[in-house]
């Protein structure tokens, strides 16, 4: 009997252990949403009066909105460069000996976690040399660096469960390795690279360090703009652009874990 | 032996080694898929992070030599830069662990369904955008924030506690960026314990408490350790949360690195913090390969 009460004992502080890590994970992450709705000129909780005029303080600022149409424009180009370079590489590793395999996979994910920093200081180096600081074009090319290993690596995880013999019996029916490809594999991988795309799309939109360094003047993304402004003070306005980038992690999130369900269903 | 049937062994054989040239070949061919995004990782992240380390070893007239090292090893503010670094980056991962491996146990314990459904409270969190999440601590944290307003209307303090712009808040705001680094790892692997060997064990006559002990928690090590590696890295190098939460007051590396080079133009003594913090971090990825392998972490 005693044993029995000791284990509900045990039972019950690790829910409420639980229950308390999961509340601390999450409400600070969604606090904001209903600040930003205040009606007050300073941050309050809970609002004492509802209003949107922190959204309308975001939609009309011309600053806000050419740093967000930066963002958005950088975002999806990455999106769309890193994608197809990324899926095409994890096919081609894939296929390749597995020493190389080995090798460059180790290579390729390094740089998800090497300090961000050292790649940002690097890559402003870099730039500083090439004329790219403050550019479009460099911003994409920094950030499709950063988001490649995870396409890369997402691709591979879904070619790992993709039976390849499939390919080879298209071939050894007649189709030519690009059409087994593009006709077999790529379908089957389809939620893999689409995972992999919003991965890239997520990296880009949130990237904070590099951007700092690199990016600016009419080029300065989002997260620069946010960066600044916090070091000075808690403008509002951060509440209802952070509500913003909220429901784009959110959409994206819901996709994914749409898209590992379809994937589960289809095995 | 007859001539026809060596004729014919050395056919196949000559067939044997074209194909294998072919195969060979065309495994390069395709190997060159991969070539033009890993270029591009090579170009934009390793070389200039290698040129940089190269300029570490160079003093200000342009001679090889290691005065950066010895500068930052002996100038007192790049110590004090060294150790808060590690305090912060020890009690972050200490903290982590604290609080992931208790939620991770209960989790398992639950139905696959309702642990699913829980998890988002994980997930959400690790897509929002680092920069959110600090924001929302600022205001949290902040002198006339929620929870000083709510523990002094409770009575529990007088003072408004000073929890941003500090170390206490820099800690706060990286364990919430970080628990979830610690917990994906654990999780997966201890969903993937077969909870038959603990009823076994106390089948066996273990007591549930030396069941955990003896059996689940040494099972969970894998898991507990890939999640403390990837904390701890990260937070070595972390920038964001404690630039801001910290107030100015606390200088971690990678401040003192983005300092170094926007505020003084000291690429030298910059690029040899550079090299400490890579070396820190590789290490660590080395450590992390052979426990439990970097793809096994990245690829579910």
């Known amino acids: 009997m005693e044993q029995i009460g000791k284990r509900k004992i045990d039972g019950m502080w690790l829910t409420v252990v639980g229950i308390a890590v999961l509340f601390f994970l999450i409400l600070p992450t969604l606090i904001v949403i209903p600040m930003s709705f205040s009606g007050a000129s300073f941050l309050e909780f809970p609002p004492t009066s509802l209003s949107l005029r922190w959204y309308a303080a975001y939609f009309n600022s011309p600053e806000w909105m050419s740093a967000t149409q930066t963002s958005l424009i950088v975002a999806v180009m990455t999106t769309v460069i890193a994608t197809p370079l990324g899926s095409l590489c994890a096919y081609g590793l894939h296929c390749s000996t597995p020493r190389i395999r080995n090798s460059v996979q180790a290579l390729v994910i390094i740089p998800i976690v090497v300090p961000v920093i050292l790649i940002a200081v690097g890559v402003f180096s870099l730039y500083a040399k090439l004329g790219l600081n403050y550019t479009l074009t460099g911003l994409v090319i920094a950030h499709t660096a950063i988001a490649l290993p995870f396409v890369i690596v997402t691709v591979m995880s879904g070619l790992k469960n993709y039976d390849f013999d499939q390919e080879l019996a298209a071939r050894s029916l007649g189709a030519s390795r690009a059409m087994a490809l593009w006709t077999i594999t790529v379908p089957q991988v389809k939620f893999s690279i689409q995972t992999g795309a919003f991965l890239a799309f997520i990296t880009s939109l949130d990237e904070v360090v590099i951007s700092m360094l690199i990016s600016g003047g009419d080029n300065a993304t989002i997260t620069r703009r946010m960066f600044n402004s916090l070091r000075d003070q808690l403008d509002p306005t951060i509440a209802a652009i952070s509500t913003c980038l909220i429901i784009v992690s959110i959409t994206v999130l819901i996709g994914v874990q749409l898209i590992g369900r379809r994937k589960n269903i289809d095995k | ?300």
């Open chain 2, 1 to 300: 032996m007859s001539s026809a049937e060596d004729n014919t062994r050395a056919r196949s054989l000559q067939n044997a080694s074209t194909l294998k040239s072919e195969e060979y070949r065309e495994r390069m061919t395709l190997f060159g898929l991969s070539l033009p995004a890993v270029l591009a990782i090579l170009i934009v992240v390793f070389l200039p992070i290698f040129w940089l380390s190269s300029l570490s070893f160079y003093n200000a007239a342009g001679a090889l030599s290691m005065e950066n090292y010895e500068r930052i090893f002996k100038s007192a503010l790049y110590r004090r830069t060294f150790v808060v670094t590690f305090q912060i980056s020890i009690s972050v991962t200490v903290i982590c662990v604290l609080l992931g491996y208790p939620l991770c146990y209960w989790l398992t314990k639950l139905s696959d369904r309702t642990a699913a459904i829980l998890m988002v409270f994980v997930l959400v969190p690790f897509w929002t955008s680092v920069l959110v999440r600090t924001y929302a601590w600022l205001v949290l944290l902040q002198r006339n924030g929620i929870i000083n307003s709510t523990l002094m209307s409770f009575g529990i303090i007088e003072e408004p506690l000073q929890l941003a712009h500090n170390l206490t808040g820099s800690i706060i705001g990286m364990v919430h960026i970080m628990l979830p680094f610690l917990i994906l790892p654990l999780y997966a692997t201890m969903r993937n314990i077969d909870t038959d060997l603990i009823r076994a064990a106390i089948g066996l006559g273990s007591s549930p408490r030396g069941a955990f002990w003896r059996v689940f928690f040494p099972m969970s090590l894998p898991g507990l350790f890939a999640g403390i590696v990837l904390v701890f890295i990260l937070s070595l190098g972390f920038y964001v949360t404690p630039a801001l939460l910290g107030g100015g007051r606390v200088q971690m590396l990678a401040q003192r690195i983005e300092s170094t080079i926007t505020v003084y133009s000291n690429w030298g003594a910059a690029s040899a913090l550079g090299v400490v913090l890579l070396l820190l971090a590789l290490v660590m990825i080395w450590l992390m390969n052979r426990v439990f392998g970097l793809d096994k972490l990245f690829m579910r």
